[in-house]
């Protein structure tokens, strides 16, 4: 020990910025990967208690009766990555085995600039809201190429199915976050939750309640999760833009993409709408008490929330027909996020609420 202390401090000081800083990102990678692993044993139990049923019970952690089923996300993955990997005779081989890739990289990326508490964020930018938006536009990307190479009709299908919904709900979503810029002054995510300190009423949700729905809902679109999966309509076109696709890369295409991005809208809404890490009971119970802190747990109780919407949305809605999905982005949400900017600036102009500290 004395020596790894004594190797460290004899390091420059750069080099011990390069590795804590992949420690770090390192760290990120593996909890939100271990994360999409329990979401999916999650989603299972949940629903299954919706549907007055059992989830996964067989699947044993160390043998033992009180860790029933919790193993089952290993068990999945160890499935996907011994199954074969087909590429079809016809497809483009190379854009077929890339796509997962590209699929993947924006939803692991996104994370960078993402606030987990008062002092840890792995890059804490001024220009965070433009990057998280950049990035979480990228990921169509992926699904158009996987359709694409896959030379199948079902596969292509799926994929226009998916870019068209896509950019209806990224439009609503980016109109929604304008909202949020302007109640805080600022695109820095950290700035974001720091300017709805005081308790649960100073939130952003309080004051930009019909952004905050829109914004979660174009999420739920934008994952591709139901009522909204008509991308892989199974009914319809079989399996949409992975129909072709088995082994590591259907699970690198689909599944984990998916459900890290699930995880990341709704961080983002907790961070841009229910003040992040900061406690609800801050301004109402004294500074010094436990539960009035700012912490983690916060941010993780909150998250939990909203993933639990979306696994209840799951459980109750049936699929939308395709016009109404467009229906709802095209002609509701965004008319509904416009509206609300034309109201916020009323709010700003009278000087009300966050705003009277911006004007």
């Known amino acids: 020990m004395g020596t790894l202390l004594a190797l460290w401090n004899g390091m420059p000081a750069y080099l011990q910025t390069v590795i804590v800083l992949l420690v770090e990102v390192l760290a990120v990678m593996i909890g939100v990967i271990l994360a999409v692993a329990f979401l999916t044993l999650g ?33 999945d993955t160890i499935k996907l990555l011994l199954k074969e990997i087909v590429v079809p005779a016809n497809a483009d ?25 008062p002092d840890f964020v792995l890059a804490d930018i001024d220009a965070g809201l433009l990057y998280v938006l950049a990035l979480t536009s990228l990921g169509v990307y992926g699904i158009i190429l996987a359709g694409w190479a896959s030379n199948s009709k079902y596969a292509m299908l799926g994929a226009m199915r998916s870019a068209a919904q896509i950019v209806a709900y990224e439009i609503a979503m980016g109109f929604a976050l304008v909202g949020v810029l302007m109640a805080s002054g600022s695109l820095n995510l950290t700035d974001i939750v720091r300017a709805q300190v005081g308790g649960a009423l100073a939130w952003n949700w309080f004051w930009l ?9 174009s999420g739920v679109a934008e994952t591709n999760r139901a009522p909204f999966d008509v991308v892989e309509g199974e009914s319809e076109i079989v399996g949409g833009f992975h129909v072709e696709y088995s082994g590591a890369t259907f699970a690198t295409l689909f599944a984990l993409p998916e459900y ?9 809404a907790s961070v841009l709408f229910v003040g992040g890490w900061l406690s609800p009971f801050d301004g109402y119970l004294p500074a010094s008490s436990p539960f009035a802190q700012p912490s983690f747990l916060w941010l993780f109780m909150k998250v939990l929330a909203f993933l639990f919407c979306f696994l209840w949305f799951r459980a109750t809605f049936p699929r939308y027909r395709y016009d109404q999905i467009m229906r709802l982005g ?30």
């Open 43 to 75: 989603e299972r139990k949940i629903i299954g208690w919706m549907h007055v049923r059992h989830g996964p019970n067989q699947v044993r952690l160390f043998g033992l009766p009180f860790f029933k089923g919790l193993a089952q996300p290993f068990a």
């Open 93 to 117: 081989r190379t854009l077929f085995l890339i796509a997962p890739l590209i699929a993947l990289v924006p939803a692991l990326s996104t994370w960078a600039v993402v606030p987990f508490s």
């Open 209 to 217: 309640l019909p952004l905050m729905a829109v914004y979660f809902i």
């Open 260 to 268: 890290a991005n699930m995880i990341l809208v709704a961080t983002l």
């Open 330 to 359: 095209w002609k509701v949400f965004i008319p509904l996020t416009l509206l609300w900017i034309v109201v916020e600036c009323g709010m700003a102009w009278a000087r009300v609420g966050p705003w009277a500290r911006l004007v």
